[in-house]
């Protein structure tokens, strides 16, 4: 029961980490959009981060599964 509240609070944790990428991708692609964006590169940091998390919660949903 413990682990699975544990990993309930870092799926939850997770989820927000992926909100405010997301909200910064936007904030991204309008940048670069008007010329205002100077590292392209950290859009596609950002996809990868999303990435990265997304596998990390299906990881995690896999473990209480098994």
Same mark, same amino acid.
Request: proline share 0%.
């Given at each position: 029961m413990i682990k699975k509240?544990?990993?309930?609070?870092?799926?939850?944790k997770i989820k927000e980490e992926i909100i405010n990428l997301? @909200?910064?991708? %936007?904030n991204f692609n309008f940048q670069k959009s008007t010329g205002q964006l100077e590292k392209t590169s950290s859009i596609r940091k950002a996809k990868k981060n999303i990435?990265?998390? @997304?596998t990390k %919660?299906?990881?995690?949903n896999g473990e209480n599964n098994a």
């Open positions: 509240l544990d990993n309930s609070k870092d799926v939850n997301k @909200k910064s991708l %936007i990435a990265r998390l @997304k %919660i299906s990881n995690l």
